[in-house]
């Protein structure tokens, strides 16, 4: 890479990085789609336009550009946000199969499986994931996820009247 | 006549944490913060 081209592509991602700090998810997009003008085979340009798809609530146009065979080795490592964007576009069969196609099972990817299993409505496997994420996990949404919690206890209850719940 | 009142189970609550893990990577490698960094800390001791 010439001295030049390696310079604006430094620039490229100052701007890039200012505009992730400040969310602005918009000019973001911008500005990491200049740096994969430059330079296609930014890994890190490409993550920043799937987050900023996926934070503009574009769901559709992240899954499209992880999916695109062209980009494969771009979106390699970027299996939360494919699984992510097919559960939030109402595929969670497709959106389990992601998960469950990578190769370590992240804190992340953990949380979203247990999510698409409530969607699948396969409450057992899914209480069974919750338990271990609560003993697991000290964050800032331990309310929250109790609250998930409770709701797959009250379908299970509602779907096996005699069960034996907690 | 209206039917009589009957009670239903309301619909649980349940919140998306996952996307909670949807962030931008760390760039610091790309902007050249990372590299005055180790020159900073070399010149601190």
């Keep these: 890479m010439s001295a030049n081209k390696e310079n604006n592509l430094i620039q490229a991602y100052v701007e890039l990085n200012k505009f992730c700090q400040s969310s602005d998810y918009e000019r973001a997009l911008k500005a990491a789609g200049k740096i994969l003008q430059i330079a296609p085979n930014e890994q890190k340009a490409f993550h920043c336009k799937v987050i900023c798809f996926i934070q503009l609530h574009n769901f559709k146009e992240a899954l499209t550009v992880l999916s695109n065979a062209k980009n494969a080795s771009l979106a390699s490592d970027l299996v939360f946000e494919k699984a992510y964007s097919q559960y939030r576009l109402n595929c969670p069969k497709e959106a389990l199969e992601t998960v469950d196609g990578a190769s370590e099972l992240t804190p992340a990817l953990k949380e979203l499986r247990a999510q698409i299993l409530y969607r699948l409505e396969q409450y057992q496997d899914c209480y069974n994931l919750y338990r271990d994420i609560v003993k697991n996990t000290t964050d800032d949404y331990e309310d929250e996820r109790k609250a998930n919690m409770s709701a797959v206890v009250s379908n299970l209850a509602a779907l096996t009247p005699t069960a034996d719940l907690p | ?45």
């Design chain 2, 1 to 45: 006549m209206p039917p009589p009142m009957e009670a239903v189970p309301c619909k649980p609550l349940f919140f998306d944490l996952a996307c909670n893990f949807i962030e931008f990577p760390n760039l610091d490698d790309k902007t050249g913060v990372a590299n005055n960094k180790k020159q900073g800390a070399g010149i601190t001791g």
